[in-house]
């Protein structure tokens, strides 16, 4: 498999889709990323533990159903062309 541009975005997509599925009661809540942990007070400066936190949620809550669309997509252009 060569590195091309196509190859890199679908890595990309395949990364998005992995944090996308990522259930908080299954799984981040038995290595300690719920969402009651890592909460700190008014004005403290969120740690990198909480910042992956947030970005995770993010994706979770905005890319739900653009991803529908370029999973569907992509799936439509390795069935025509391989």
Known sequence: ???TLYSLLQA???FVNAI???????FLR???????QGIGG?????GIKG???NLIRSV???MRVPLIGVNTVTIVLL???G
């Open 20 to 26: 996308a599925v990522l259930h908080e009661e299954r």
């Open 12 to 14: 990309a997509l395949l």
């Open 1 to 3: 498999m060569a590195f």
């Open 51 to 53: 910042q992956l936190m």
């Open 79 to 81: 069935l025509l062309f």
């Open 42 to 46: 008014f004005g403290e400066e969120p």
């Open 30 to 36: 038995r290595i300690g990323w719920g969402t009651d």
């Open 60 to 62: 979770r809550t905005v």
